[in-house]
T-cell receptor, first 115, second 110 residues
C-alpha cells in the first residue's frame, strides 16, 4: 500500500540531546512537509521541501533542521536549541512541488516528549 | 495573508443530530479548500475537498460547498454517529502556501 510512514510513534528526548524523526513516503510525491501540533492547537509549518536537495523554512524553523537527500525521505532533527520540543509532529507530502492546488497527505505522527 | 477561520469548539452533539462546522477563508485569488479529520493520536486524514467556486466536496456523509460570495466552506452532516467524534480542520491552498484552521473538536454522545 502507498502511504506515509513516521517513526517512532513516541520519542523521548533528554535535555541537550538532538533527536531525529523519520518520515518516508512511497507515493512518488515531490513535496514533503513537517508540522508541529501543540495540544488544542492547529498545525504550524516547520520546514518544507519541494524537490530533492532543496528545502525551505516554515513559520517555526528555529531549533529544527532537515535534509532531503532522497525523494522518499525527509527526516526532521530536533536540536538542543529547541527549548520547548514537546509536541506532536506530523509529516505530509503532496504530488507536486508547486503546492497550491495539490492535496497534502499525512503520516500518523510522532509524539515527542522531554525527559 | 491567506488564512482560514473555523468555529471554535468543542462541539457536543447527540447521535443522529445535524452537524455544521463553519469555515471562512481569506485569500488572494481562489484557493482550493479542504476538510481534514484527526482521530485521537493519529495524523490528519483528508475528508473532502473542492477546487473551485460552487464545487461540492462529499465523503462518508459529510458535505461542504465552496461559496465564493460568502468566502465559506462549511462542513455539514445530516446525522452524526459516535464514530464521527474527532477534530476537524479546515484548510486552504493558494499558490505555494497551505494553511490550516485551528481545528474544531466534535464529540458525539449516544
Amino acid at each position: 500500500d502507498g502511504g506515509i510512514t513516521q517513526s517512532p510513534k513516541y520519542l523521548f528526548r533528554k535535555e541537550g540531546q538532538n533527536v531525529t524523526l523519520s518520515c518516508e513516503q512511497n507515493l512518488n510525491h515531490d513535496a514533503m512537509y513537517w508540522y508541529r501540533q501543540d495540544p488544542g492547537q492547529g498545525l504550524r509549518l516547520i520546514y518544507y521541501s519541494q524537490i530533492v536537495n532543496d528545502f525551505q523554512k516554515g513559520d517555526i524553523a528555529e531549533g529544527y533542521s532537515v535534509s532531503r537527500e532522497k525523494k522518499e525521505s525527509f527526516p526532521l532533527t530536533v536540536t538542543s536549541a529547541q527549548k520547548n520540543p514537546t509536541a506532536f509532529y506530523l509529516c505530509a507530502s503532496s504530488p507536486r512541488g508547486s503546492g497550491g492546488l495539490e492535496t497534502q497527505y499525512f503520516g500518523p505522527g510522532t509524539r515527542l516528549l522531554v525527559l | 495573508g491567506n488564512s482560514v477561520t473555523q468555529m471554535e469548539g468543542p462541539v457536543t452533539l447527540s447521535e443522529e443530530a445535524f452537524l455544521t462546522i463553519n469555515c471562512t477563508y481569506t485569500a488572494t485569488g481562489y484557493p482550493s479548500l479542504f476538510w481534514y479529520v484527526q482521530y485521537p493520536g493519529e495524523g490528519l486524514q483528508l475528508l473532502l475537498k473542492a477546487t473551485k467556486a460552487d464545487d461540492k466536496g462529499s465523503n462518508k456523509g459529510f458535505e461542504a460547498t465552496y461559496r465564493k460570495e460568502t468566502t465559506s466552506f462549511h462542513l455539514e452532516k445530516g446525522s452524526v454517529q459516535v464514530s464521527d467524534s474527532a477534530v476537524y480542520f479546515c484548510a486552504g491552498a493558494t499558490g505555494n502556501q497551505f494553511y490550516f484552521g485551528t481545528g474544531t473538536s466534535l464529540t458525539v454522545i449516544p
